[in-house]
């Protein structure tokens, strides 16, 4: 026991930021931070109050996992019925708009499934069911992938059985990636998209679409559920994204000279 | 977006969890290498089985096990280590400790008897042995350090589930791999694949060199 004991008290040592935590855990998704907006966002925040911010970038079922688990402060993320389903159970306080952009389908320049002539978005679902061209899910509970479920649930179509429906498991960009490679179509949050380097043998085929908003939503995890939250540091950091100095950095985010997120005014 | 800064910062943690896991798996493994080896008790045959075979474990399962023992949830989430280094040293420490109690184990259970034997007629004491074993044969402890922290260091997975790859502060290299590679900038991918690499390469050569001495 004794061996244990000391291993604990190295561990402890070697790490100092264990006794005093002055920072945030954000459990976001791969869209705000791989497209370095929270990065830019917790540099500022730092710099006007001291207090650090520390993103878990991962797909929005799992940060929502993690945070009931209470392995987070923040939840920062996009898909509004979880959300609500968050904060109703009582692990979140309150839910808040922070932000939004929309979704859109990118493809192959030659578009051969002619996405791109459908009028409508339910047009666009039935071109991709049965016209057995390659189209990538996300297919890891994230907030892209469960908005792409209940598009097909929505309207009325069941998902596609066929080899060509590719499940990736993966992160947005990465799917991008694949898509581009196999020269398949797919479902993006616009965000990532513009990020996004390796565009070059994709474009958009299918956008500006009610249905295909894309709100984004930040929730304080509840410190009744769990005493061992920073609740005040997450009000602060919510307070000063949604009313403060953060709501115009967010304005201001570009990237090639596109802005990629909105703010409701 | 991404400055040399940040991949200093990648290189910087990938050495401070790898060197630290690395050591602290040294020394316990050599301590309990020695007293399974040199020690007969019931279910000893077992107990290196299971430590061998604990030597394949995939680094993914390890940082699971790890991931559920400090996760909040979880028996030891009171420590508040998740998303932190300490969480990374403890999953890289689960997969190379295996490894090195296996090579001392094999080592000691080959030299001790020899060694024992013509020693203890000489009336030494136990840990004589042990530290005569040790004193007598230091590169091969070397080779066991540098095969450890090589593991270590190249080891994608384990430190990605628990430590979250946080930016600047549990990004190492293998996940800033994944991470630029899987967000399009394979350029970044492939600089610090490189810098990885060279690395290994060197901790290899000295490996090579230890042993030629060692011969």
């Not at chain 1, 479920?149 to 799917?175: C, E």
């Not at chain 2, 896991?21 to 008790?41: D, E, K, P, Q």
């Amino acid at each position: 026991m004794k061996v244990i004991k000391y291993i604990f008290i190295f561990i402890f040592i070697t790490s100092s930021e264990l006794f005093s935590r002055e920072y945030l855990v954000v459990q976001s998704t791969t869209s705000t931070v791989n497209t370095g907006l929270l990065d830019m966002l917790s540099n500022y925040f730092q710099k006007e109050t001291g207090i650090e911010v520390r993103t878990i970038a991962v797909g929005t079922g799992t940060a929502i996992s993690n945070a009931k688990n209470g392995d987070g402060d923040v939840l920062l993320v996009h898909s509004k019925l979880d959300e609500l389903k968050f904060v109703e159970d009582g692990y979140g306080v309150e839910r808040y708009e922070l932000m939004y952009n929309d979704f859109i389908f990118v493809g192959p320049h030659d578009d051969p499934a002619k996405i791109s002539n459908a009028k409508n978005i339910k047009d666009v679902m039935k071109i991709i069911n049965f016209s057995k061209f390659k189209f990538i899910s996300r297919d890891d509970n994230s907030g892209t992938h469960k908005k792409e479920l209940s598009l097909w649930k929505n309207n009325n179509l069941s998902l596609p059985d066929h080899k060509n429906y590719i499940r990736t498991g993966t992160g947005m960009a990465n799917t991008l990636n694949i898509a581009s490679e196999m020269q398949a179509y797919t479902f993006t949050d616009r965000g990532t998209w513009i990020s996004f380097p390796n565009k070059k043998d994709l474009k958009i085929l299918y956008e500006n679409d009610e249905s295909l908003h894309n709100p984004y939503g930040i929730i304080a995890v509840s410190p009744k559920k769990f005493p061992h939250v920073e609740y005040e540091k997450s009000l602060k950091f919510i307070e000063w994204l949604t009313q403060g100095k953060g709501k115009d950095l967010i304005k201001s985010f570009e990237i090639d000279g596109e802005r990629l997120f909105f703010v409701n005014e | 977006m991404l400055t040399y800064e940040k991949i200093f910062d990648a290189i910087f943690i990938s050495l401070q969890v790898s060197v630290i896991s690395t050591i602290l798996s040294f020394f316990l493994s050599i301590i309990f290498s020695y007293i399974i080896a040199i020690n007969n008790f019931t279910l000893k045959r077992t107990i290196i089985a299971f430590i061998g075979s604990l030597t394949s474990i995939p680094p993914v399962c390890a940082g699971l096990i790890v991931y559920l023992l400090i996760s909040r949830s979880g028996p030891l989430g009171w420590m508040e280590i998740l998303y932190t280094p300490s969480a990374m040293i403890i999953a890289q420490f689960l997969i190379i400790f295996p490894i090195m109690t296996t090579l001392f184990v094999n080592y000691i259970q080959d030299e001790y008897p020899r060694f024992s034997e013509e020693l203890t007629s000489y009336g030494a004491s136990k840990r004589d042995l042990i530290y005569l074993l040790i004193k007598n044969k230091r590169t091969i402890y070397m080779t066991v350090l540098l095969i450890g922290f090589g593991r270590a260091i190249s080891e994608y997975g384990a430190a990605a589930i628990v430590g979250g790859s946080i930016d600047q502060v549990t990004r190492n290299m293998t996940s800033m791999i994944a991470l630029e590679t899987s967000k399009g900038n394979v350029l970044t991918g492939v600089i610090l694949g490189i810098v990885l690499i060279l690395l290994s390469l060197i901790i290899s050569f000295i490996i090579n060199i230890l042993k030629k001495k060692n011969d």
